[in-house]
């Protein structure tokens, strides 16, 4: 091989590399929390009684030189134990100017504690699913963040 084809070969190996690197960046399916998005989840209220119901609002804030899409659309899945249910879809606030998902508002999951809830402390996991995108560089990303969520359910 010629000095002309190895310095080819390895400049095309360098890009690879680098690339691979930058054109994934995410979770890749592991449990860790997204750096370049960082997320508030609050309930509306810690303690509810069962049929009582409430919101699960999500803050999504990205870091300087990334959005989130607003389409598809944020999405929240809880661990189905029973004493706590979604209602229905979130809503979520659209920027008109970029149409991006507003990082100001936070997306809003209607929630319910069945009337066949158990009374005591609960701890429910979940995802939030939603795809974030590097102004920058213009790729996109799912991401599914972990989330847990504690309240009581008291008679």
Request: glycine letters at 10%; aromatic letters at 6%; a positive charge.
């Amino acid at each position: 091989m010629n000095r002309s084809a190895r310095i080819l070969l390895i400049c095309t190996g360098a890009i690879v590399l680098a690339s691979a690197g930058a054109a994934h960046p995410g979770n890749g399916g592991q449990t860790n929390t997204n750096p370049n998005v960082a997320v508030e989840i609050r309930l509306s209220r810690k303690e509810f009684k069962p049929g009582d119901k409430g919101e699960l609002a999500v803050k999504l804030i990205p870091a300087a030189g990334f959005h989130v899409n607003a389409n598809p659309a944020v999405e929240v899945r809880l661990s189905d134990t029973g004493d706590l249910i979604l209602r229905g879809e979130p809503s979520q606030t659209i920027e008109k100017k970029s149409g991006y998902l507003s990082s100001r508002t936070p997306v809003r999951q209607p929630i319910a504690s069945p009337v066949t809830a158990s009374r005591g402390r609960h701890t429910l996991k979940g995802t939030v699913t939603y795809f974030y995108c590097s102004d920058a560089e213009g790729w996109c990303q799912r991401y599914r963040q972990p989330v847990t969520i504690s309240f009581s359910v008291t008679k």
